[in-house]
């Protein structure tokens, strides 16, 4: 039996009644394979003695007498103070919301004492510990699991189920893995692997299971990506070659080139006209684009394309040429967008740039009234609208296309897989040739190549990574909170100048601010219009207001009627504004690094140079940390953290954004990174694409080996991974 097969409820399990049960199922736990597959977030060594004296080379783990029991505080607030010693120093616990433990750990008596301990008030302190009598050895003298918790589990709890539930189910497990790979990487089977994650017996035995389980999760992730790849390419999803095809994709799923298309060779009649019209050159990024996504729309397969490219390399217009080679081929162009502002200023580029060329767009959102929308929606039955852009109306009920041929996506981690695929059925329900249609999708934060590989592996990948010629490098600069009038001076001289500012903000109003200290967007736009900038106008943009108002405010924004937006990071993704010199963010810590570089990327879209102030708030004092429950000791310490720093720093050095892609990625993890998570990418339990970024590549060649020997995976070696991939996938891979 597999791992994923072990159905069995927990309440199976001997110690679970109704109340815990309850509690494993808010973690999303209620069977055994939920159970096992929780994998532990870390694992403590208390093989290792570690005395008092040494509490700052890791956690302590020593044997200590209990000396004498203090209180402070008062009343139901009053908290159990305990001092201890061991052989090298004397210590204090502190009992935060444990007064219970006055009667377990009584004065004279020894423990076996685990905890972590800091120096504060002149005492050596800990209120982080787990202790038990020196006669028993349950948790001590080991290497212990550290699952993660919510209210009403326990470390304990937890791993006296996980223990039940491997004595009783784990002992039979079969491998999931071939055993050719099993062999070649040197892994261990999959019930003892499955133990030794848990409950390891030394360090050496816990790498083993780690790189087992890591190698599994990896392989079948690219098990599923390789079949999709596949599926792409299968006979059912041929379609008949069309004339003037460029060159052939080159299927693979790194970065891939297309033809220049500078000569015109490679450009369909209406793309040439575009070209000859621009009043500039496009950059040898945008040409290579241009003719990778020609080459696949002209193949014999529907193209499913990337495009990455850096805030204002010019994705849009390679976008732009992507739909006028659709409109020659016959068919119709849906450009969706996240928001209503980024789709309107899209279809306005659109009717300057192509309605010259005879194209005929159309703008399509939630918001338009029904007369106009019954309209518009006869037209494009009809096929008399080339190219729609819009929002997710776009794929709503009611929304019948001619010919769909080509689907783009901007900002692709805002959607959603369903959604993806909803816009894509549109084009199998065209009244006539219905089929898939090409899919183009696109980000303005870039994605690192090992990420790419493991997200978007069944795909091929354009990069734009030179921005048009004239722009300037953003002046990044940090400031203190109580600095922050001097960044206000220089925003002045800016604004006298002519230019624009925006100015934002992590929360929306004073309701979200309590005990925080924060600033937030309504009451900082009425100070700087009334305080700070009085002689310049300012206007307020946040995610609750009405999309006519957001728009009219925007509009006004980048006609020059406003000098200064207040905003949250709703401007993440927002209109062009070229005027645009400063971008001030407040309490730049608390935002992720892919944000504050698409917010950065709102100034410097013209030639004047701009600058971007990161204020930041400064580190209160150290509080008292949480016990093991997760509740708090107090107050938990804003301001700059060191994972902060690290991003503000990163911000600072750095503009290319597909450096600070990697170093997001590095400091947060793949599955926060631009939305990933939210879109339903990346449910792996333990493996990590970028620590585990050579493994990943082996397990990859391991999986296309197969796929491409047997891609029915039919042959008797081969029927194992056909079952845990029908029966027990190793994670969820919807969004893949």
Request: glycine residues 8%; neutral net charge.
């Amino acid at each position: 039996m597999y791992l994923r097969e072990l159905c069995f409820p927990v309440e199976d399990l001997r110690g679970v009644g109704p109340e815990t049960a309850a509690l494993l199922a808010k973690r999303g736990i209620s069977t055994a394979a939920g159970l096992l597959s929780r994998y532990p977030r870390d694992w403590e060594d208390r093989s290792r003695q570690v005395p008092l004296k040494d509490w700052n080379k890791g956690p302590v783990c020593t044997v200590v007498k209990v000396l004498a029991h203090d209180w402070f505080g008062y009343g139901p607030m009053r908290t159990l103070k305990i001092h201890i010693e061991d052989e090298s120093a004397r210590a204090v616990l502190l009992c935060f919301n444990r007064p219970f433990l006055a009667k377990q750990l009584g004065q004279g008596k020894s423990f076996r004492l685990w905890g972590r301990f800091f120096y504060k008030h002149g005492d050596l302190q800990s209120s982080s510990f787990e202790f038990e009598e020196t006669g028993k050895t349950a948790g001590f003298n080991r290497i212990v699991p550290v699952y993660p918790l919510s209210a009403g589990l326990t470390q304990n709890l937890l791993r006296r189920l996980v223990k039940a539930a491997l004595d009783k189910y784990g002992k039979d497990l079969e491998n999931e893995l071939p055993q050719g790979v099993i062999e070649k990487e040197g892994l261990l089977d999959k019930a003892r692997a499955l133990r030794a994650l848990h409950f390891p017996g030394s360090i050496e035995e816990l790498e083993g299971a780690k790189k087992t389980l890591i190698c599994e999760e990896l392989f079948y992730l690219e098990m599923i990506v390789g079949r999709r790849a596949m599926e792409r390419r299968s006979p059912s999803a041929r379609r008949t070659p069309v004339a003037a095809a460029g060159p052939p994709a080159s299927g693979g799923n790194d970065t891939s080139h297309g033809s220049r298309v500078s000569n015109h060779e490679h450009l369909s009649p209406l793309q040439r006209q575009l070209l000859a019209r621009l009043p500039f050159s496009l950059t040898a990024g945008q040409e290579e684009a241009i003719g990778a996504v020609n080459a696949d729309m002209a193949g014999d397969y529907p193209m499913a394309r990337l495009l990455e490219g850096d805030v204002g390399s010019g994705k849009t217009l390679a976008a732009f040429f992507a739909a006028l080679y659709a409109v020659d081929l016959g068919g119709q162009c849906a450009i969706m967008a996240p928001t209503e502002l980024l789709a309107r200023q899209h279809a306005e580029n659109a009717a300057k740039l192509l309605e010259p060329l005879g194209l005929r767009p159309a703008f399509l959102t939630g918001n338009l009234k029904a007369a106009g929308r019954a309209r518009l929606l006869k037209a494009l039955a009809e096929g008399e609208v080339d190219l729609v852009l819009g929002t997710h109306a776009l794929f709503s009920s009611g929304v019948v296309y001619r010919s769909l041929r080509l689907v783009v996506i901007d900002e692709q981690h805002r959607f959603g897989v369903t959604q993806r695929q909803a816009i894509l059925a549109k084009g199998a329900s065209s009244l006539i040739n219905p089929g898939t249609p090409d899919l183009l999708m696109m980000s303005a934060t870039p994605i690192p190549r090992t990420l790419a590989l493991t997200v978007f592996g069944d795909l091929d990948i354009s990069v734009i990574r030179d921005m048009p010629p004239g722009r300037k490098p953003v002046k990044t600069h940090l400031a203190r909170e109580s600095n922050a009038e001097k960044v206000y001076g220089f925003v002045e001289k800016e604004l006298a100048a002519g230019r624009q500012a925006y100015f934002v903000y992590p929360l929306i109003g004073d309701e979200e601010t309590a005990d925080k200290g924060l600033k937030n967007a309504v009451t900082m736009a009425e100070r700087l219009s009334a305080e700070i900038f009085p002689r310049y106008k300012t206007a307020l943009v946040h995610s609750r207001l009405e999309e006519e108002e957001k728009r009219r405010v925007m509009e006004a924004f980048r006609n020059g009627e406003i000098n200064i937006l207040a905003a949250t990071s709703v401007v993440e993704v927002g209109v062009d504004v070229p005027n645009a010199s400063c971008m001030v963010i407040h309490h730049a810590e608390r935002f992720g690094l892919s944000a504050l570089h698409q917010m950065r990327g709102r100034v410097g879209r013209g030639s004047d140079q701009a600058f971007c102030f990161l204020i930041y708030s400064e580190p209160e004092p150290e509080s008292e940390p949480g016990d093991e429950s997760g509740k708090s000791a107090g107050p938990r310490p804003a301001g700059l953290t060191n994972e902060g720093k690290e991003r503000l720093k990163v911000m600072l050095e750095n503009n290319d954004g597909f450096i600070i892609a990697e170093e997001d990625l590095k400091l947060r993890g793949p599955g926060q990174i631009a939305g990933l998570e939210q879109s339903g990418y990346l449910k792996l339990g333990i493996a990590d694409p970028v620590r585990d970024a050579e493994t990943l590549v082996r397990c990859r060649d391991y999986a296309f080996a197969v796929l491409k020997s047997d891609p029915a995976l039919l042959l008797p070696e081969h029927r194992r991974i056909a079952e845990v991939l029908e029966r027990a996938p190793p994670f969820t891979d919807a969004g893949l």
